[in-house]
């Protein structure tokens, strides 16, 4: 043990060193900050936007020096050049440029994660480095080459390696409880995740993993790798990260800025039309129809009826001077708006424009005289300020909103029968709701189809855009002098800066830029949960990323969603034309092997497509199957799960458990709680607590969440939800499941 406390002591002085050099690094940037704070707003306007430009640049700084602060310094790698190379949170040099510390995501830090014995990359021995704030509380080799511990004597690297050998960082990681929020697995990061999170950034990579093998993690560890290793042509554009759920999004908010990383837009496919709020429900039948790629047809074809030919000729007297409006000008007019190919409204433009001119040339005519070109374009205003025209020229080429027009189709049988002749009258029926009804998740994805297709009049926007590449060409030009000038070069690009130059306000990030727009495309799009995507929802995504530059994350076995993906190829070959790759994940880290066993018998009984899963550990009495009595199923099992939790929730208040069950037995489930005096934790928004130590969740709630123990109600009734969601929820916990169960068990449960 004498050899291990020497080991704990030399790496103490090594963390206190790298620890040492970030409190300076702190130091100094605060002391910018004040600096640049103190100089007050004097100056030049010119002079105010640089300065409020470089405070920006400090307290991202800032921000990102105080995110390391947790375990800045997790592992070591040994090279077979006597060199040693610690790894870490971020990269540290001293004040001679010498490396300290290598950021996990650099090249040099890649051996760390992926050398074995067989390829060991120039490692002979590989450190995990564990502590508890700034203090080393242990330390766990993996020798990779032992003559290098024992100068030839077996003996002696027996005896030191059963010093250091300890339950190893990825172990203990696993069984401990259960927080509120996920973490990161920058320090235990394993070989087979570490290759997918340094896959090259082009083309779209499909992650297909089982429950528990890290599918999240890798997908947000993959888009801080990414803006690591590609900023300079990720940090203009911005990286989207969606996920299924609000709630979801709430567990994953605290990893990326663990990773150094803050400017990742987070969102769902719900929220992702800004302006648009989805908080309205539907019964499943009617979200799978709406999320079928023949609804983007639908809605084509309801653009193109608000443009339409008159049956007969309207006749306007304008100031003395008749003039027809033809049914043939009309056609003439719009096909030739057509051929510019641009959005409805937009297009309406030339339209108006080329019907307002054969109008003109009608007056003309009658005056029977030249007409100056300041005449005509008088003669031109008197038309477009006409009641009657404009009443006619807006029959014949209706401007129209994405939300008018999807309201229009649900709320007005004949719009949606003259829009989706291929769709039968009972399908119909299913879309039909009223005009003031809210929002749903699945409307979303029609409603941006239909501002793609509808699009603005951007006359002033073009304007406007043309004086704004102007203005931007020169701020990066005096952006680039004043880096020249500073030497900040290497902490922030010139673009970068000419955005923080705006002196019309407060300057906006990347990602708020980028959330409040709905047009913006981005330089990379990670997507988890992807399985639950329709076809709908992909063309959105797919607007969003021109370059096709994806992470797409999920398990086609846990699908729930009626419209989601049962096969990649099928529902990705029609999108990205074949030009997808696959990776998988085989080890589940989370769930103890009983449990997951169970789940895998249930999936292979329903027909699910599992993946190849393997369980990285086991615990003791982590299943447990409890039948209530027949009678009064309902509140039966619900208060059977109740005295559950009760019995399962820690003592001392720590883990995390959650109640899932079925949405028709929420209720039920509920009352049975409150009854045993346990109050699920809910916010102030109506949702599930992240914080509390007990939740009552559905299935589609869970997805994509962990918890220390599950009991689960019912499973026959979330198994008539769907299979997948069954699969879901029998798979969200590190330690217990308990199933409590009136009905009869579905197939595969028990052994």
Same mark, same amino acid.
């Given at each position: 043990?004498?050899?291990?406390?020497?080991?704990?002591?030399?790496?103490?002085?090594?963390?206190?060193?790298?620890?040492?050099?970030?409190?300076?690094?702190?130091?100094?940037?605060?002391?910018?900050?004040?600096?640049?704070?103190?100089? @007050?707003?004097?100056?030049?306007?010119?002079?105010?936007?640089?300065?409020?430009?470089?405070? #920006?640049?400090?307290?991202?700084?800032?921000?990102?020096?105080?995110?390391?602060?947790?375990?800045?310094?997790?592992?070591?790698?040994?090279?077979?050049?006597?060199?040693?190379?610690?790894?870490?949170?971020?990269?540290?040099?001293?004040?001679?440029?010498?490396?300290?510390?290598?950021?996990?995501?650099?090249?040099?830090?890649?051996?760390?994660?992926?050398?074995?014995?067989?390829?060991?990359?120039?490692?002979?021995?590989?450190?995990?480095?564990?502590?508890?704030?700034?203090?080393?509380?242990?330390?766990?080799?993996?020798?990779?080459?032992?003559?290098?511990?024992?100068?030839?004597?077996?003996?002696?690297?027996?005896?030191?390696?059963?010093?250091?050998?300890?339950?190893?960082?990825?172990?203990? &990681?696993?069984?401990? @409880?259960?927080?509120?929020?996920?973490?990161?697995?920058?320090?235990?990061?394993?070989?087979?995740?570490?290759?997918?999170?340094?896959?090259?950034?082009?083309?779209?990579?499909?992650?297909?993993?089982?429950?528990? #093998?890290?599918? !999240?993690?890798?997908?947000?560890?993959?888009?801080?790798?990414?803006?690591?290793?590609?900023?300079?042509?990720?940090?203009?554009?911005?990286?989207?990260?969606?996920?299924?759920?609000?709630?979801?999004?709430?567990?994953?908010?605290?990893?990326?800025?663990? %990773?150094?990383?803050?400017?990742?837009?987070?969102?769902?496919?719900?929220?992702?039309?800004?302006?648009?709020?989805?908080?309205?429900?539907?019964?499943?039948?009617?979200?799978?129809?709406?999320?079928?790629?023949?609804?983007?047809?639908?809605?084509?074809?309801?653009?193109?009826?608000?443009?339409?030919?008159?049956?007969?000729?309207?006749?306007?007297?304008?100031?003395?001077?008749?003039?027809?409006?033809?049914?043939?000008?009309?056609?003439?007019?719009?096909?030739?708006?057509?051929?510019?190919?641009?959005?409805?409204?937009?297009?309406?433009? !030339?339209?108006?424009?080329?019907?307002?001119?054969?109008?003109?040339?009608?007056?003309?005519?009658?005056?029977?005289?030249?007409?100056?070109?300041?005449?005509?374009?008088?003669?031109?205003?008197?038309?477009?300020?006409?009641?009657?025209?404009?009443?006619?020229?807006?029959?014949?080429?209706?401007?129209?909103?994405?939300?008018?027009? %999807?309201?229009?189709?649900?709320?007005?049988?004949?719009?949606?029968?003259?829009?989706?002749?291929?769709?039968?009258?009972?399908?119909?029926?299913?879309?039909?709701?009223?005009?003031?009804?809210?929002?749903?998740?699945?409307?979303?994805?029609?409603?941006?189809?239909?501002?793609?297709?509808?699009?603005?009049?951007?006359?002033?926007?073009?304007?406007?855009?043309?004086?704004?590449?102007?203005?931007?060409?020169?701020?990066?030009?005096?952006?680039?002098?004043?880096?020249?000038?500073?030497?900040?070069?290497?902490?922030?690009?010139?673009?970068?800066?000419?955005?923080?130059?705006?002196?019309?306000?407060?300057?906006? #990030?990347?990602?708020?830029?980028?959330?409040?727009?709905?047009?913006?495309?981005?330089?990379?799009?990670?997507?988890?949960?992807?399985?639950?995507?329709?076809?709908?929802?992909?063309?959105?995504?797919?607007?969003?990323?021109?370059?096709?530059?994806?992470?797409?994350? &999920?398990?086609?076995?846990?699908?729930?969603?009626?419209?989601?993906?049962?096969?990649?190829?099928?529902?990705?070959?029609?999108?990205?034309?074949?030009?997808?790759?696959?990776?998988?994940?085989?080890?589940?880290?989370?769930?103890?092997?009983?449990?997951?066993?169970?789940?895998?018998?249930?999936?292979?009984?329903?027909?699910?497509?599992?993946?190849? %899963? !393997?369980?990285?550990?086991?615990?003791?009495?982590?299943?447990?199957?409890?039948?209530?009595?027949?009678?009064?199923?309902?509140?039966?099992?619900?208060?059977?799960?109740?005295?559950?939790?009760?019995?399962?929730?820690?003592?001392?208040?720590?883990?995390?458990?959650?109640?899932?069950?079925?949405?028709?037995?929420?209720?039920?489930?509920?009352?049975?709680?409150?009854?045993?005096?346990?109050?699920?934790?809910?916010?102030?928004?109506?949702?599930?607590?992240?914080?509390?130590?007990?939740?009552?969740? !559905?299935?589609?709630?869970?997805?994509?969440?962990?918890?220390?123990?599950?009991?689960?109600?019912?499973?026959?009734?979330?198994?008539?939800?769907?299979?997948?969601?069954?699969?879901?929820?029998?798979?969200?916990?590190?330690?217990?499941?308990?199933?409590?169960?009136?009905?009869? %068990?579905?197939?595969?449960?028990?052994?």
């Amino acid at each position: 043990m004498a050899g291990t406390n020497d080991e704990l002591a030399g790496e103490q002085k090594t963390v206190d060193v790298m620890y040492g050099r970030l409190d300076e690094l702190r130091r100094a940037t605060r002391a910018r900050l004040a600096e640049v704070r103190r100089s @007050g707003p004097a100056g030049s306007p010119q002079n105010r936007s640089e300065r409020d430009a470089f405070a #920006t640049l400090y307290e991202d700084r800032v921000a990102q020096l105080e995110a390391v602060e947790e375990r800045l310094v997790f592992g070591r790698v040994d090279l077979d050049d006597d060199t040693r190379r610690y790894i870490g949170r971020m990269g540290l040099t001293d004040d001679e440029q010498t490396p300290l510390l290598t950021d996990w995501r650099a090249p040099a830090a890649q051996s760390f994660y992926r050398a074995t014995a067989a390829h060991p990359d120039g490692v002979v021995r590989r450190r995990h480095v564990v502590t508890r704030g700034r203090e080393v509380t242990g330390v766990e080799d993996e020798v990779l080459d032992l003559s290098v511990l024992t100068d030839g004597s077996p003996d002696d690297a027996d005896e030191r390696l059963a010093g250091l050998s300890g339950e190893g960082a990825l172990l203990a &990681g696993m069984r401990a @409880g259960r927080t509120g929020r996920m973490g990161d697995i920058v320090a235990t990061i394993q070989a087979e995740q570490d290759a997918i999170i340094r896959s090259e950034l082009a083309g779209a990579l499909v992650v297909q993993g089982g429950p528990g #093998t890290g599918k !999240t993690a890798v997908a947000l560890h993959r888009a801080a790798y990414l803006l690591y290793a590609h900023r300079r042509m990720l940090e203009r554009n911005g990286v989207l990260l969606v996920g299924p759920s609000r709630t979801f999004l709430r567990y994953i908010d605290q990893v990326l800025p663990s %990773l150094g990383e803050t400017g990742v837009v987070t969102t769902t496919i719900a929220d992702l039309v800004p302006g648009v709020v989805a908080t309205g429900a539907e019964d499943p039948a009617v979200a799978e129809l709406k999320g079928r790629t023949v609804m983007a047809e639908v809605i084509a074809r309801a653009v193109r009826q608000r443009q339409r030919i008159p049956a007969q000729a309207t006749t306007v007297r304008i100031d003395g001077v008749t003039v027809v409006i033809r049914p043939g000008d009309i056609a003439s007019a719009i096909n030739r708006a057509r051929r510019n190919h641009r959005p409805h409204n937009q297009a309406r433009v !030339t339209f108006v424009r080329d019907m307002l001119a054969r109008l003109a040339d009608q007056w003309v005519t009658q005056l029977g005289q030249d007409v100056p070109p300041d005449e005509r374009g008088e003669i031109i205003n008197e038309l477009r300020a006409d009641r009657d025209v404009r009443v006619a020229l807006n029959l014949a080429w209706m401007p129209t909103s994405p939300q008018k027009l %999807l309201s229009d189709l649900y709320s007005r049988p004949w719009r949606l029968e003259a829009a989706a002749p291929g769709l039968s009258p009972a399908q119909r029926a299913l879309l039909a709701r009223d005009a003031d009804a809210p929002w749903t998740p699945a409307d979303v994805p029609l409603l941006d189809e239909a501002a793609e297709l509808l699009g603005e009049d951007d006359q002033a926007l073009r304007a406007q855009e043309r004086a704004a590449a102007q203005q931007r060409a020169t701020e990066v030009a005096y952006a680039r002098q004043v880096l020249e000038s500073t030497g900040a070069g290497a902490l922030v690009s010139a673009e970068l800066l000419a955005d923080r130059f705006s002196s019309s306000g407060p300057a906006l #990030t990347t990602a708020e830029r980028a959330a409040a727009d709905r047009s913006w495309t981005y330089g990379h799009v990670v997507v988890d949960e992807a399985q639950e995507l329709s076809a709908m929802a992909w063309r959105v995504l797919l607007r969003r990323v021109p370059t096709r530059s994806l992470t797409i994350v &999920g398990d086609v076995a846990q699908t729930s969603a009626a419209g989601g993906a049962r096969s990649w190829e099928r529902m990705l070959d029609p999108l990205l034309r074949g030009s997808w790759r696959l990776r998988e994940l085989t080890v589940n880290y989370r769930t103890p092997a009983a449990v997951a066993d169970a789940a895998v018998r249930m999936a292979r009984a329903a027909g699910l497509p599992i993946s190849p %899963l !393997t369980s990285a550990r086991d615990v003791t009495d982590a299943l447990r199957i409890e039948r209530t009595t027949p009678a009064g199923r309902d509140e039966a099992a619900a208060s059977a799960a109740a005295q559950a939790v009760a019995s399962t929730v820690d003592a001392e208040g720590e883990g995390r458990v959650a109640v899932i069950c079925a949405a028709a037995d929420l209720a039920v489930v509920d009352r049975a709680m409150h009854a045993h005096d346990l109050a699920p934790g809910i916010t102030s928004a109506g949702t599930a607590d992240l914080d509390a130590p007990l939740v009552l969740l !559905t299935a589609a709630e869970s997805k994509g969440l962990e918890f220390d123990a599950v009991v689960l109600v019912e499973p026959a009734d979330l198994l008539a939800e769907s299979a997948g969601a069954l699969y879901v929820a029998m798979t969200r916990p590190t330690r217990l499941l308990h199933v409590v169960h009136a009905t009869d %068990l579905p197939a595969g449960i028990a052994d």
